[in-house]
């Protein structure tokens, strides 16, 4: 323990490589899920090469709660309908709990040394993507010739996945945090929050709007130091321009208004599930839920399972397009695959993970780890659709801010 304290300033080869992969894990979200991979592997495997040294992080409670879930996922595979789907998953989460720790010890050793320049290089980062993102709004192709079939999204860097409103939800705290740690002008910070909000409803991605939306409100709302009549109004202020946008473009109106008005309606929710391939998903998940209510099918089954007959239901319009990777919605994903066993087990760990989180925020008021919470918790929101819990860019993303949520627990060493 001695040793490590005294040791705790200096850096080495193993320090250096994984501030380099640190650094750089954004970029690896946007390249792809190879790279996602690659680094989540390549960071616990140096937490892991120097696991003596590391063991101090395990005797936390946060190390005892992802055992927990981890424990959950190995019983999911045990009674998963198809064992060679499941098992990568849950290996690859037994790597995300090292990944998680590396990144805690990277925080706790370079917190007031080289983690200001990393998060600046973030900062540039999505200052870029906010570029190119404009450049694609005006030009119809983002800086290096990406196109979009679809009308009223964006894609960017991501190419043909239309992925970047997931990334922007991801990072936009960590964004945000970087600029109000930098003590610019309050009504210069006012006019990037308009301008980011903004960009983020032009992107097109609905959910990812909304979370990335009441993400920047929380924050407002907890970190900006000026009245309430001031953060209402500014809220007010942006309630207005978008809807002066959707009525100016067609695009956006039938997406932002036209989809959406009949959820108002009297029934409005379950009219719309009826008549929507998200419905189709969701019915087709909650009858796999019957039908295995405690182990769920099994992480990744539900590609497998939805194509059978029985989990058609004629009263959904769209129930023979039910077929998907994934149900579109992370609670139903979760009581198809894992169950109420699973469910309940990820709900345990979640909740364990924030209170530690909290309470170690009320005490250092560190905004990175504010932005990890916040994440966590619109990541989670329920009836919202959203990508597969446990494919490579959503876990990726949701990871890497779990880790900055637990990395900033302060650990003595």
């Known amino acids: ?21 640190f650094t750089l894990y954004p970029l690896a979200i946007i390249s792809g899920n190879l ?5 989540i592997f390549l960071l616990a495997f140096n937490f892991i090469y120097n696991f003596k040294n590391n063991i101090i992080f395990l005797k936390q409670k946060i190390f005892y709660i992802l055992l927990f879930f981890f424990i959950s996922l190995v019983i999911n595979l045990i009674f998963s309908t198809n064992f060679e789907n499941t098992a ?7 790597f995300v709990i090292f990944f998680i720790f590396e990144i ?33 709004i005006i030009f119809g192709q983002n800086m290096l010739g990406f196109t979009v079939e679809m009308p009223g999204r964006i894609a960017s860097f991501f190419g043909d996945e239309l992925v970047v409103g997931a990334f922007y939800h991801g990072f936009i705290l960590i964004f945000l945090s970087y600029l109000f740690y930098s003590n610019l002008n309050k009504n210069f910070i006012i006019l990037f929050i ?11 991605e609905r959910a990812n709007f909304i979370k990335s939306f009441i993400s920047i409100i929380i924050f407002i709302f907890i970190v900006f130091k000026i ?29 932002y208004y036209k989809q959406i008005k009949p959820l108002f309606s009297v029934d409005g929710y379950f009219d719309f599930m009826k008549k929507s391939q998200y419905g189709a998903h969701r019915i087709a998940a909650y009858k796999m839920f019957e039908e295995n209510m405690y182990f769920g099918v099994g992480i990744k089954n539900f590609r497998h399972e939805v194509k059978k007959d029985k989990y058609e239901d004629n009263r ?13 919605q992370v609670h139903h994903e979760f009581l198809s695959e894992t169950g109420m066993i699973g469910y309940i087990s990820f709900l345990i760990f979640i909740l364990f993970s924030l209170i530690l989180a909290i309470k170690n925020y009320t005490k250092t008021k560190n905004l990175y780890q504010l932005s990890g919470i916040i994440f966590v918790v619109t990541s ?21 801010n779990f880790s900055l949520m637990v990395g900033y627990n302060k650990i003595k060493f």
């Open 316 to 328: 959904y319009q769209f129930t023979n397009q039910r077929l998907a990777t994934h149900p579109h």
């Open 1 to 21: 323990m001695t040793g490590i304290k005294n040791n705790k300033s200096k850096i080495n080869f193993l320090d250096i490589y994984s501030l380099f992969l």
């Open 88 to 94: 990568p998953r849950v290996i690859k989460f037994f």
């Open 35 to 39: 790279l996602i991979n690659i680094f």
């Open 227 to 255: 009245n309430y009549k001031t953060k209402i109004s500014i809220i007010f202020i942006m309630l207005i321009a978008f809807i002066s946008i959707v009525n100016l473009n067609q695009e956006y109106k039938y997406r």
């Open 104 to 136: 805690q010890r990277i925080i706790q050793k370079f917190e007031s040394s080289y983690l200001k320049n990393i998060y600046k290089f973030f900062f540039i980062i999505f200052i870029i993507l906010n570029l190119d993102i404009i450049f694609e």
């Open 380 to 400: 989670l929101m329920p009836l919202l659709p959203s990508g597969s819990f446990f494919s490579t860019l959503t876990s990726g993303i949701f990871w890497f």
């Open 194 to 204: 308009f301008s980011i909000i903004l960009i983020s409803f032009l992107i097109g």
